[in-house]
């Protein structure tokens, strides 16, 4: 197998990710319309707009990162073609280079899962609550996403590090 089929199944993997992100995003929105249109209660009519920002933000970040990733892959491909070894030598890099970024959604997860409970707990403010389950799906989609992102760029990284060592 060409190295090249590692890098565009890391991509594609992304591009899916992406799309499932994005998914929930629009399903996200389309929650909050319904609250807005059937909800009765303080509660229902408090999470309209908490909900519908975390949905415009999953579904712009999926959209963007759907479209970068489209235009890495035919960038990769080249760059590949190019050089192989520079290229899985420069791949290697990137992929080191991000990995601190999963412990960074551990912390902002907990942090908003922390404020959701703190706002719980402290408050009967029916807004101020929405604005928790708004900061609870928020956390819990990103651990969700990078649980999966995490397990794809490890996978990688073994690829990468083992043709690397194949060269003479």
């Known amino acids: 197998m060409d190295f090249i089929q590692h890098t565009t199944h890391w991509v594609k993997g992304e591009i899916f990710e992406a799309t499932l992100f994005g998914s929930f995003g629009l399903l996200t929105i389309v929650c909050s319309v319904l609250f807005w249109k059937f909800g009765e209660t303080p509660n229902s009519k408090a999470v309209i707009l908490p909900f519908a920002i975390v949905g415009l933000f999953f579904l712009v970040t999926a959209l963007s990162g759907i479209a970068s990733n489209k235009k890495k892959l035919v960038q990769y491909k080249e760059a590949f073609q190019k050089d192989p070894f520079a290229f899985v030598q420069s791949e290697k890099k990137r992929v080191e280079n991000f990995q601190y970024l999963y412990k960074i959604t551990i912390l902002i997860a907990s ?32 651990l969700i996403i990078d649980h999966f992102s995490k397990v794809r760029a490890d996978t990688y990284y073994k690829a990468l590090t083992t043709e690397i060592g194949s060269r003479p």
């Open 111 to 142: 942090l908003s899962f922390a404020i959701a409970i703190g706002f719980f707990l402290f408050t009967s403010n029916h807004l101020l609550r929405a604005i928790g389950l708004a900061l609870i799906v928020f956390g819990a989609t990103g």
